[in-house]
Protein backbone atom coordinates (compact mmCIF):
# COMPACT_ATOMS: atom_id res chain seq x y z
CA UNK A 1 0.00 0.00 0.00
CA UNK A 2 2.74 2.78 0.73
CA UNK A 3 4.60 2.04 -2.44
CA UNK A 4 1.12 2.71 -4.51
CA UNK A 5 1.16 5.79 -2.56
CA UNK A 6 4.13 6.44 -3.52
CA UNK A 7 3.98 5.96 -7.19
CA UNK A 8 0.61 8.04 -7.05
CA UNK A 9 2.52 11.27 -5.66
CA UNK A 10 5.14 10.84 -7.98
CA UNK A 11 2.42 11.05 -10.97
CA UNK A 12 2.60 7.64 -12.14
CA UNK A 13 -0.88 7.04 -13.42
CA UNK A 14 -0.17 3.39 -13.67
CA UNK A 15 -0.66 2.64 -10.33
CA UNK A 16 -4.00 4.79 -10.40
CA UNK A 17 -7.50 2.39 -9.89
CA UNK A 18 -9.00 1.50 -13.56
CA UNK A 19 -12.62 3.37 -13.49
CA UNK A 20 -15.62 0.84 -13.79
CA UNK A 21 -16.67 0.85 -17.08
CA UNK A 22 -20.46 0.70 -16.52
CA UNK A 23 -21.33 0.97 -19.79
CA UNK A 24 -20.02 -1.65 -20.73
CA UNK A 25 -21.16 -3.99 -17.48
CA UNK A 26 -24.38 -2.94 -18.50
CA UNK A 27 -24.41 -3.59 -22.24
CA UNK A 28 -23.05 -7.33 -21.31
CA UNK A 29 -25.64 -7.87 -18.62
CA UNK A 30 -28.26 -7.56 -20.93
CA UNK A 31 -26.24 -9.68 -23.53
CA UNK A 32 -26.42 -12.09 -20.79
CA UNK A 33 -29.87 -11.90 -19.74
CA UNK A 34 -31.12 -12.46 -23.53
CA UNK A 35 -28.40 -15.40 -24.29
CA UNK A 36 -30.08 -17.14 -20.97
CA UNK A 37 -33.32 -16.61 -22.07
CA UNK A 38 -33.04 -18.45 -24.94
CA UNK A 39 -30.93 -21.13 -23.56
CA UNK A 40 -33.70 -21.13 -20.23
CA UNK A 41 -36.88 -21.38 -22.92
CA UNK A 42 -35.59 -24.73 -24.37
CA UNK A 43 -36.69 -26.56 -20.59
CA UNK A 44 -39.52 -24.09 -20.15
CA UNK A 45 -40.92 -25.75 -23.18
CA UNK A 46 -40.47 -29.30 -22.15
CA UNK A 47 -44.49 -29.26 -20.79
CA UNK A 48 -45.27 -28.08 -24.69
CA UNK A 49 -42.86 -30.45 -26.55
CA UNK A 50 -44.23 -33.54 -23.48
CA UNK A 51 -47.73 -32.75 -25.05
CA UNK A 52 -47.22 -31.87 -29.16
CA UNK A 53 -44.06 -34.22 -29.65
CA UNK A 54 -45.46 -37.23 -27.33
CA UNK A 55 -41.70 -37.24 -25.56
CA UNK A 56 -40.92 -39.33 -22.26
CA UNK A 57 -39.35 -37.29 -19.21
CA UNK A 58 -36.06 -39.74 -20.09
CA UNK A 59 -36.44 -37.98 -23.97
CA UNK A 60 -36.50 -34.57 -22.12
CA UNK A 61 -33.99 -35.45 -20.00
CA UNK A 62 -31.39 -36.04 -22.97
CA UNK A 63 -32.61 -32.68 -24.49
CA UNK A 64 -31.59 -30.81 -21.70
CA UNK A 65 -28.60 -32.70 -21.55
CA UNK A 66 -27.65 -32.29 -24.93
CA UNK A 67 -27.94 -28.64 -24.58
CA UNK A 68 -26.13 -28.37 -21.22
CA UNK A 69 -23.18 -30.39 -21.85
CA UNK A 70 -22.64 -29.07 -24.87
CA UNK A 71 -22.65 -25.27 -23.30
CA UNK A 72 -21.00 -26.00 -20.32
CA UNK A 73 -18.32 -28.56 -20.62
CA UNK A 74 -16.95 -26.57 -23.52
CA UNK A 75 -16.69 -23.79 -21.40
CA UNK A 76 -13.48 -24.21 -19.41
CA UNK A 77 -11.58 -25.00 -23.07
CA UNK A 78 -12.95 -21.96 -24.70
CA UNK A 79 -11.68 -20.22 -21.01
CA UNK A 80 -8.16 -21.62 -21.33
CA UNK A 81 -7.65 -20.90 -25.27
CA UNK A 82 -9.01 -17.45 -24.59
CA UNK A 83 -6.35 -16.81 -21.73
CA UNK A 84 -3.70 -17.37 -23.79
CA UNK A 85 -5.44 -15.47 -26.78
CA UNK A 86 -7.81 -13.00 -26.29
CA UNK A 87 -10.61 -13.67 -29.16
CA UNK A 88 -12.85 -10.13 -29.24
CA UNK A 89 -15.50 -11.79 -31.85
CA UNK A 90 -15.84 -15.34 -31.08
CA UNK A 91 -18.76 -13.35 -29.19
CA UNK A 92 -20.67 -11.90 -31.83
CA UNK A 93 -19.87 -15.64 -33.96
CA UNK A 94 -20.54 -17.93 -31.17
CA UNK A 95 -24.61 -16.51 -30.93
CA UNK A 96 -24.60 -16.80 -34.54
CA UNK A 97 -25.05 -20.71 -33.67
CA UNK A 98 -27.85 -19.82 -30.79
CA UNK A 99 -29.54 -18.14 -34.14
CA UNK A 100 -29.45 -21.46 -35.66
CA UNK A 101 -30.40 -23.04 -33.33
CA UNK A 102 -33.05 -21.51 -32.11
CA UNK A 103 -34.68 -22.16 -36.03
CA UNK A 104 -34.28 -25.37 -35.76
CA UNK A 105 -35.91 -25.51 -32.22
CA UNK A 106 -39.18 -23.99 -33.51
CA UNK A 107 -39.23 -26.10 -36.48
CA UNK A 108 -38.08 -29.48 -35.17
CA UNK A 109 -40.30 -32.28 -36.86
CA UNK A 110 -38.36 -35.08 -34.51
CA UNK A 111 -36.75 -35.61 -31.69
CA UNK A 112 -33.26 -35.64 -32.81
CA UNK A 113 -33.61 -32.71 -35.05
CA UNK A 114 -34.84 -30.93 -31.68
CA UNK A 115 -31.50 -32.68 -30.12
CA UNK A 116 -29.01 -31.59 -32.76
CA UNK A 117 -30.79 -27.52 -31.94
CA UNK A 118 -29.95 -27.80 -28.48
CA UNK A 119 -26.35 -29.01 -29.18
CA UNK A 120 -26.46 -25.51 -31.61
CA UNK A 121 -27.48 -23.56 -28.52
CA UNK A 122 -25.45 -25.08 -26.69
CA UNK A 123 -22.41 -23.83 -28.65
CA UNK A 124 -23.70 -20.08 -28.41
CA UNK A 125 -23.65 -20.74 -24.68
CA UNK A 126 -20.02 -22.30 -24.54
CA UNK A 127 -18.72 -19.80 -26.17
CA UNK A 128 -20.30 -16.54 -24.69
CA UNK A 129 -19.79 -17.56 -21.15
CA UNK A 130 -16.26 -17.09 -20.46
CA UNK A 131 -15.59 -14.03 -22.68
CA UNK A 132 -18.48 -12.73 -21.37
CA UNK A 133 -16.94 -12.68 -17.94
CA UNK A 134 -13.50 -12.60 -19.05
CA UNK A 135 -15.03 -8.62 -20.35
CA UNK A 136 -17.08 -8.06 -17.30
CA UNK A 137 -13.33 -8.33 -15.08
CA UNK A 138 -11.58 -6.00 -17.75
CA UNK A 139 -14.35 -3.22 -17.34
CA UNK A 140 -14.69 -3.95 -13.44
CA UNK A 141 -12.02 -1.64 -12.52
CA UNK A 142 -11.37 -2.06 -8.55
CA UNK A 143 -15.27 -3.44 -8.16
CA UNK A 144 -15.15 -6.63 -8.86
CA UNK A 145 -17.77 -7.93 -6.64
CA UNK A 146 -20.21 -5.06 -8.14
CA UNK A 147 -19.45 -6.28 -11.70
CA UNK A 148 -19.34 -9.66 -11.85
CA UNK A 149 -22.86 -9.29 -9.84
CA UNK A 150 -24.39 -7.71 -12.71
CA UNK A 151 -23.18 -9.78 -15.34
CA UNK A 152 -24.68 -12.80 -13.28
CA UNK A 153 -27.38 -11.17 -12.72
CA UNK A 154 -27.89 -10.58 -15.91
CA UNK A 155 -28.23 -14.58 -16.91
CA UNK A 156 -30.43 -15.20 -13.98
CA UNK A 157 -32.64 -12.43 -15.00
CA UNK A 158 -32.90 -14.13 -18.94
CA UNK A 159 -33.69 -17.92 -17.10
CA UNK A 160 -36.18 -15.96 -14.47
CA UNK A 161 -37.84 -14.87 -18.09
CA UNK A 162 -38.08 -18.29 -19.70
CA UNK A 163 -41.30 -19.24 -17.84
CA UNK A 164 -43.38 -16.07 -18.44
CA UNK A 165 -42.64 -15.89 -21.97
CA UNK A 166 -43.83 -19.66 -22.24
CA UNK A 167 -46.85 -19.20 -20.76
CA UNK A 168 -47.30 -15.90 -22.54
CA UNK A 169 -45.93 -16.68 -25.84
CA UNK A 170 -44.97 -20.25 -26.48
CA UNK A 171 -48.47 -21.63 -24.86
CA UNK A 172 -50.55 -19.96 -27.23
CA UNK A 173 -48.53 -20.32 -30.05
CA UNK A 174 -46.76 -23.82 -29.41
CA UNK A 175 -43.35 -24.89 -30.90
CA UNK A 176 -43.76 -22.49 -33.94
CA UNK A 177 -43.58 -19.90 -31.37
CA UNK A 178 -39.62 -19.74 -30.52
CA UNK A 179 -39.57 -18.21 -33.93
CA UNK A 180 -39.77 -15.12 -31.70
CA UNK A 181 -36.20 -15.94 -30.28
CA UNK A 182 -34.35 -15.04 -33.72
CA UNK A 183 -34.84 -11.75 -32.93
CA UNK A 184 -33.64 -11.92 -29.60
CA UNK A 185 -30.50 -13.69 -30.52
CA UNK A 186 -30.15 -11.15 -33.79
CA UNK A 187 -30.53 -8.20 -31.01
CA UNK A 188 -27.42 -9.94 -29.05
CA UNK A 189 -25.54 -10.33 -31.95
CA UNK A 190 -25.80 -6.82 -32.95
CA UNK A 191 -24.36 -5.96 -28.92
CA UNK A 192 -21.96 -8.41 -28.97
CA UNK A 193 -20.31 -6.70 -32.19
CA UNK A 194 -20.64 -3.41 -30.49
CA UNK A 195 -18.67 -5.39 -27.46
CA UNK A 196 -16.10 -6.47 -29.92
CA UNK A 197 -15.48 -3.55 -30.72
CA UNK A 198 -14.44 -1.95 -27.47
CA UNK A 199 -12.57 -5.67 -26.46
CA UNK A 200 -10.68 -5.60 -29.11
CA UNK A 201 -9.03 -1.94 -27.83
CA UNK A 202 -8.06 -3.18 -24.97
CA UNK A 203 -6.72 -6.45 -26.35
CA UNK A 204 -2.69 -5.45 -26.18
CA UNK A 205 -3.89 -4.24 -22.78
CA UNK A 206 -4.92 -7.50 -21.82
CA UNK A 207 -2.19 -9.37 -23.32
CA UNK A 208 0.34 -7.29 -21.24
CA UNK A 209 -1.37 -8.12 -18.36
CA UNK A 210 -1.37 -12.04 -19.18
CA UNK A 211 2.43 -11.80 -19.93
CA UNK A 212 2.73 -9.86 -16.23
CA UNK A 213 1.14 -12.48 -14.69
CA UNK A 214 3.08 -15.28 -16.28
CA UNK A 215 6.17 -13.56 -15.30
CA UNK A 216 5.49 -12.00 -12.23
CA UNK A 217 3.62 -14.88 -10.71
CA UNK A 218 5.51 -17.59 -9.11
CA UNK A 219 4.61 -21.31 -9.07
CA UNK A 220 2.82 -21.79 -5.90
CA UNK A 221 4.70 -23.82 -3.09
CA UNK A 222 3.42 -27.85 -3.37
CA UNK A 223 1.37 -27.88 -0.76
CA UNK A 224 -0.76 -24.74 -1.43
CA UNK A 225 -0.89 -26.10 -4.68
CA UNK A 226 -2.11 -29.33 -3.70
CA UNK A 227 -4.43 -26.89 -1.47
CA UNK A 228 -6.05 -25.01 -4.16
CA UNK A 229 -6.79 -27.92 -6.66
CA UNK A 230 -8.35 -29.61 -4.41
CA UNK A 231 -10.53 -26.84 -3.09
CA UNK A 232 -11.50 -25.89 -6.83
CA UNK A 233 -12.63 -29.48 -7.33
CA UNK A 234 -14.69 -29.11 -3.93
CA UNK A 235 -15.85 -26.00 -5.28
CA UNK A 236 -17.29 -27.67 -8.95
CA UNK A 237 -18.96 -30.42 -7.07
CA UNK A 238 -20.51 -27.71 -4.99
CA UNK A 239 -21.79 -25.88 -7.61
CA UNK A 240 -22.49 -29.34 -9.31
CA UNK A 241 -25.33 -29.93 -6.81
CA UNK A 242 -26.59 -26.16 -6.84
CA UNK A 243 -27.36 -26.86 -10.51
CA UNK A 244 -28.86 -29.91 -10.54
CA UNK A 245 -31.24 -28.87 -8.09
CA UNK A 246 -31.74 -26.11 -10.30
CA UNK A 247 -32.19 -28.00 -13.05
CA UNK A 248 -34.97 -30.00 -11.36
CA UNK A 249 -36.68 -27.31 -10.64
CA UNK A 250 -36.55 -25.88 -13.90
CA UNK A 251 -36.70 -28.85 -16.12
CA UNK A 252 -39.31 -31.01 -13.95
CA UNK A 253 -40.83 -28.62 -11.20
CA UNK A 254 -43.81 -28.08 -13.58
CA UNK A 255 -44.64 -31.33 -13.62
CA UNK A 256 -44.68 -31.54 -10.09
CA UNK A 257 -47.43 -28.35 -9.71
CA UNK A 258 -49.26 -30.21 -12.68
CA UNK A 259 -50.06 -33.39 -10.86
CA UNK A 260 -49.90 -32.23 -6.95
CA UNK A 261 -51.57 -28.99 -7.48
CA UNK A 262 -53.63 -29.52 -10.30
CA UNK A 263 -52.29 -26.12 -12.21
CA UNK A 264 -52.88 -25.45 -15.83
CA UNK A 265 -48.92 -24.96 -17.90
CA UNK A 266 -49.39 -21.20 -17.51
CA UNK A 267 -49.77 -21.40 -13.85
CA UNK A 268 -46.97 -23.55 -13.15
CA UNK A 269 -44.21 -21.23 -15.46
CA UNK A 270 -45.42 -18.27 -13.32
CA UNK A 271 -44.24 -20.05 -9.78
CA UNK A 272 -41.24 -21.01 -12.14
CA UNK A 273 -40.55 -17.37 -12.39
CA UNK A 274 -40.48 -16.65 -9.03
CA UNK A 275 -38.20 -18.61 -7.98
CA UNK A 276 -35.74 -17.79 -10.76
CA UNK A 277 -36.59 -13.94 -10.37
CA UNK A 278 -35.84 -14.08 -6.74
CA UNK A 279 -32.62 -16.04 -7.78
CA UNK A 280 -31.56 -13.19 -9.88
CA UNK A 281 -32.05 -10.86 -6.68
CA UNK A 282 -30.49 -12.79 -4.44
CA UNK A 283 -27.11 -12.84 -7.42
CA UNK A 284 -26.81 -9.15 -7.73
CA UNK A 285 -27.07 -8.92 -3.71
CA UNK A 286 -24.59 -11.85 -3.17
CA UNK A 287 -21.81 -10.05 -4.17
CA UNK A 288 -22.06 -7.25 -2.05
CA UNK A 289 -22.87 -9.51 1.23
CA UNK A 290 -19.71 -11.83 0.19
CA UNK A 291 -17.65 -8.30 0.35
CA UNK A 292 -18.80 -8.09 3.99
CA UNK A 293 -19.08 -11.32 4.90
CA UNK A 294 -16.17 -13.14 3.25
CA UNK A 295 -17.21 -15.14 -0.25
CA UNK A 296 -16.68 -18.57 1.29
CA UNK A 297 -18.98 -17.73 4.56
CA UNK A 298 -22.19 -16.69 1.35
CA UNK A 299 -21.40 -19.37 -0.49
CA UNK A 300 -21.94 -21.95 2.72
CA UNK A 301 -24.75 -20.22 3.75
CA UNK A 302 -26.55 -20.03 0.87
CA UNK A 303 -26.59 -24.41 1.13
CA UNK A 304 -27.27 -24.59 4.56
CA UNK A 305 -29.74 -21.42 4.84
CA UNK A 306 -31.59 -23.06 1.55
CA UNK A 307 -31.89 -26.61 2.46
CA UNK A 308 -34.55 -27.07 5.31
CA UNK A 309 -36.53 -25.25 3.03
CA UNK A 310 -36.09 -26.84 0.15
CA UNK A 311 -36.41 -30.34 1.61
CA UNK A 312 -40.18 -29.08 2.95
CA UNK A 313 -40.87 -28.03 -0.70
CA UNK A 314 -42.24 -31.04 -1.72
CA UNK A 315 -44.79 -31.23 0.99
CA UNK A 316 -45.90 -27.29 1.23
CA UNK A 317 -49.60 -26.17 0.99
CA UNK A 318 -50.55 -24.60 -2.06
CA UNK A 319 -50.66 -21.08 0.06
CA UNK A 320 -47.25 -21.60 1.15
CA UNK A 321 -45.55 -21.68 -2.40
CA UNK A 322 -45.11 -18.16 -3.54
CA UNK A 323 -42.91 -16.92 -0.81
CA UNK A 324 -40.88 -20.48 -0.07
CA UNK A 325 -39.94 -20.03 -3.63
CA UNK A 326 -39.02 -16.78 -3.08
CA UNK A 327 -36.63 -17.66 -0.33
CA UNK A 328 -35.04 -20.57 -1.79
CA UNK A 329 -34.03 -18.87 -4.86
CA UNK A 330 -33.33 -16.16 -3.20
CA UNK A 331 -31.20 -17.66 -0.48
CA UNK A 332 -29.72 -20.65 -2.48
CA UNK A 333 -28.88 -18.57 -5.78
CA UNK A 334 -27.25 -16.36 -4.04
CA UNK A 335 -23.72 -17.50 -4.12
CA UNK A 336 -23.92 -17.51 -7.66
CA UNK A 337 -21.53 -15.00 -8.80
CA UNK A 338 -19.88 -15.66 -5.39
CA UNK A 339 -18.96 -19.04 -6.80
CA UNK A 340 -17.09 -17.20 -10.03
CA UNK A 341 -15.37 -14.50 -7.93
CA UNK A 342 -13.87 -17.68 -5.72
CA UNK A 343 -12.56 -19.54 -8.30
CA UNK A 344 -11.08 -16.46 -9.58
CA UNK A 345 -8.99 -15.82 -6.67
CA UNK A 346 -8.17 -19.45 -6.69
CA UNK A 347 -6.56 -18.83 -10.03
CA UNK A 348 -6.33 -15.43 -10.19
CA UNK A 349 -4.19 -15.39 -13.32
CA UNK A 350 -6.55 -17.82 -15.34
CA UNK A 351 -9.78 -15.96 -15.52
CA UNK A 352 -11.29 -17.22 -18.44
CA UNK A 353 -10.70 -21.01 -17.46
CA UNK A 354 -11.61 -20.46 -13.53
CA UNK A 355 -14.88 -18.79 -14.92
CA UNK A 356 -15.59 -21.93 -17.30
CA UNK A 357 -15.19 -23.90 -14.63
CA UNK A 358 -17.81 -22.80 -12.33
CA UNK A 359 -20.12 -21.64 -15.13
CA UNK A 360 -19.50 -24.25 -17.48
CA UNK A 361 -18.11 -27.73 -15.98
CA UNK A 362 -19.74 -27.86 -12.96
CA UNK A 363 -22.94 -26.95 -14.81
CA UNK A 364 -22.47 -29.59 -17.44
CA UNK A 365 -21.92 -32.35 -14.91
CA UNK A 366 -25.06 -31.04 -13.33
CA UNK A 367 -26.78 -31.61 -16.86
CA UNK A 368 -25.62 -35.50 -16.58
CA UNK A 369 -28.01 -34.96 -13.70
CA UNK A 370 -31.04 -34.08 -16.21
CA UNK A 371 -31.24 -37.46 -17.61
CA UNK A 372 -31.12 -39.27 -14.12
CA UNK A 373 -33.65 -37.17 -12.93
CA UNK A 374 -36.06 -37.68 -16.38
CA UNK A 375 -35.58 -41.38 -15.23
CA UNK A 376 -35.92 -41.30 -11.80
CA UNK A 377 -39.45 -39.52 -12.28
CA UNK A 378 -40.35 -42.33 -15.07
CA UNK A 379 -39.24 -44.97 -12.39
CA UNK A 380 -39.98 -43.46 -8.94
CA UNK A 381 -42.28 -40.94 -9.80
CA UNK A 382 -42.77 -36.91 -10.31
CA UNK A 383 -43.18 -36.63 -6.26
CA UNK A 384 -40.14 -39.17 -4.84
CA UNK A 385 -38.16 -37.18 -7.13
CA UNK A 386 -38.80 -34.24 -6.28
CA UNK A 387 -38.32 -35.09 -2.32
CA UNK A 388 -34.56 -36.16 -3.52
CA UNK A 389 -33.48 -32.85 -5.56
CA UNK A 390 -34.60 -31.34 -2.25
CA UNK A 391 -32.06 -32.69 -0.28
CA UNK A 392 -29.41 -31.62 -2.72
CA UNK A 393 -28.38 -28.79 -0.67
CA UNK A 394 -27.28 -30.59 2.22
CA UNK A 395 -24.25 -31.26 0.58
CA UNK A 396 -23.15 -27.54 0.96
CA UNK A 397 -22.10 -28.90 4.61
CA UNK A 398 -18.66 -30.05 2.39
CA UNK A 399 -17.79 -25.88 2.13
CA UNK A 400 -16.30 -26.17 5.86
CA UNK A 401 -13.33 -27.80 3.96
CA UNK A 402 -12.96 -24.48 1.33
CA UNK A 403 -10.33 -22.22 2.66
CA UNK A 404 -11.44 -19.02 4.48
CA UNK A 405 -11.29 -15.61 2.06
CA UNK A 406 -7.96 -14.61 4.23
CA UNK A 407 -6.24 -17.87 3.98
CA UNK A 408 -6.39 -17.93 0.08
CA UNK A 409 -4.80 -14.44 0.24
CA UNK A 410 -2.14 -15.74 2.97
CA UNK A 411 -1.43 -18.31 0.42
CA UNK A 412 -1.17 -15.81 -2.65
CA UNK A 413 1.06 -13.46 -0.65
CA UNK A 414 3.84 -16.42 0.54
CA UNK A 415 3.35 -17.44 -2.85
CA UNK A 416 4.47 -13.75 -4.54
Not at 338 to 345: E, L, N, T
Request: hydrophobic letters at 55%; a positive charge.
Amino acid sequence: MVIDMKMNTSGDRSSLPEPTMYRILIVIGFVHLLNDSIQAVVPAMFPILESSMGLTFTQLGIVAFALNVTASLAQPIVGWYTDQRPSPYALPIGLMFTFVGVFGLALAPSFWFLVVSAILIGIGSATFHPEGSRVANMAAGGRRGLAQSIYQVGGNGGQALAPVITALLLVPLGQIGALWFTIVAAVAIGLLFYIARWYARQKPVTAKKIKKIAHEQPKTKHPARKLLIFSIILLVFLVFARSWFQAGMTNFYAFHLIENYGLTIQEAQIYLFIFLAAGAVGTFCGGPLADRLGKRNVIMMSFLGAAPLTMFLPFVPSFLLYPLLALVGFILISSFAVSVIYAQDLFPGSIGMASGLIVGLAFGIGAVGSIGLGALMDIAGITNTMIFIGALPLLGILTIFLPSDQRLESIHEEGG
